[in-house]
């Protein structure tokens, strides 16, 4: 069931998991917007970061952050060490990774593969905020 209208607007009886704060990391910005923008019409609040010192610096200030959306081959830092990084300082943080590449590593997270459904990451963080 979705928590958003016909117009896009969240209804007020959607459980509060849909108005958890996210945040999406990812050094492409065309890709963190357009994520972002799907994310806030169903309800979620996403704060955005172009890489994984951002990310951690944006961390430490947002003490509500649920989630954490990364791509994994960024310039600064991989998402990978970016996630082991962050729930590290932040116990319970729930991440999804993201790449449009092979991932030749075994990934212990939830992992989508870009080019992703909309509907497939709005499954995923509806199922890591529940977990």
């Given at each position: 069931m979705s928590c958003v209208t016909d117009n896009k607007t969240a209804t007020p009886d959607c459980g509060q998991a849909d108005y958890a704060k996210l945040m999406i990391v990812d050094d492409d910005p065309e890709v963190r917007?357009?994520?972002?923008?799907?994310?806030?019409?169903?309800?979620?609040?996403?704060i955005q970061a172009s890489g994984g010192a951002e990310a951690l610096?944006?961390?430490g200030r947002t003490p509500?952050?649920?989630?954490?959306?990364?791509?994994?081959?960024?310039?600064?830092?991989?998402?990978i060490d970016l996630a082991d990084i962050a729930t590290q300082r932040r116990r319970g943080l729930k991440v999804i990774?993201?790449?449009?590449?092979?991932?030749?590593?075994?990934?212990?997270?939830?992992?989508?593969?870009?080019?992703?459904?909309m509907r497939d990451l709005e499954a995923a963080v509806r199922a890591e905020l529940g977990a």
């Open positions: 917007m357009v994520v972002a923008e799907f994310l806030e019409d169903f309800g979620y609040q996403v610096d944006l961390l509500d952050l649920r989630m954490m959306i990364t791509d994994i081959r960024m310039p600064d830092m991989s998402g990774l993201i790449s449009g590449y092979f991932v030749s590593q075994q990934v212990k997270r939830r992992f989508l593969r870009k080019p992703f459904r």
